[in-house]
């Protein structure tokens, strides 16, 4: 069980989703325990076998996600997570919740969590599981079912899909500030202040997935996703906005009435804001409800 951490860790990068990380873990704990104690002692690394199962389902539900956020209404975001980093990291350390077990680093950032779902299954989980955890291609290729050639391919086609190399991402105080910045010209509605705030060609998108309201398209252009910012400020009496970690970085959390209703994230080039990205949709939201 002191795998749990690092499978939950794996499969929430492969995915996108910590509902979806933990059915995979569970799957692939039910999958060990079905095997006779016999078989079991004859596998020399439990963990390297935990592993290589959980990749290979991660897979397996990679290749139908497809499908699936095909019929998604409007766009899909990964789930958001807190910020328990305060929790430890110690393996096998008893915790409520499994979203604890999540380190939160660069790799767990929503920026790049939507980087990834441009690449393809095959991929998404070579360059994890080579580039983020250090696996050698020869056990990337155990799991994918390719030649570790083949990997290394995967792997650096996956590269290619990240962004140029940018002005590095601003100190987090710096970040925090702008991400305040932002929630305060929001709550008056001041659209000259958001746009000074936004680069030029900011982005923003909300993810209800058809079981709240929100916008099918993202909003382009700083005037745009001002407007759209500003026109909303106050729609919602008795909403409270509080300035949060998102997967690791300063983002915002929307409530009303004691529930989370939505949950934002934000990346930040230099000293403007290039995209946010609002998560609305109730069932992403289930480790918001209290923090």
Not at 6 to 17: E, F, K, T, V, W
Request: glycine fraction near 8%.
């Amino acid at each position: 069980m002191s795998e749990r951490r690092q499978l939950i860790n794996l499969a929430y990068r492969l995915l996108g989703s910590l509902a979806d990380a933990e059915d995979v873990v569970q799957e692939t704990y039910a999958r060990w325990y079905a095997m006779p104690a016999a078989q079991q002692e004859t596998i020399g690394s439990p963990g390297a076998w935990l592993t290589r199962v959980a990749g290979r389902i991660c897979l397996d539900q990679l290749r139908s996600a497809r499908s699936r956020r095909e019929r998604y209404v409007g766009e899909w975001i990964p789930e958001p997570l807190p910020d328990r980093t305060g929790l430890g990291g110690r393996p096998g350390a008893a915790t409520a919740d499994p979203g604890d077990q999540v380190t939160l680093d660069e790799s767990i950032s929503m920026a790049f969590l939507v980087v990834l779902e441009s690449m393809t299954p095959a991929e998404r989980v070579a360059f994890i599981l080579h580039d983020v955890f250090r696996y050698s291609f020869a056990e990337v290729a155990e799991i994918v079912g390719r030649t570790p050639a083949a990997c290394r391919q995967l792997a650096s086609s996956a590269r290619r899909r990240l962004p140029a190399a940018s002005a590095p991402a601003p100190p987090t105080a710096q970040q925090a500030g702008l991400v305040r910045a932002f929630k305060h010209a929001w709550a008056t509605a001041d659209i000259n202040a958001l746009i000074d705030l936004l680069a030029p060609d900011a982005t923003a998108i909300g993810d209800g997935g058809g079981r709240v309201r929100a916008a099918l398209e993202p909003v382009r252009g700083a005037e745009q996703v001002a407007r759209f910012f500003a026109g909303r400020a106050g729609a919602m009496p008795g909403m409270i906005v509080l300035e949060r970690t998102v997967n690791g970085r300063p983002g915002l959390v929307v409530r009303l009435t004691g529930g989370t209703v939505s949950v934002m994230a934000f990346d930040i080039a230099g000293a403007r804001i290039t995209h946010i990205w609002a998560v609305l949709n109730p069932d992403k939201l289930r480790l918001w409800t209290a923090d």
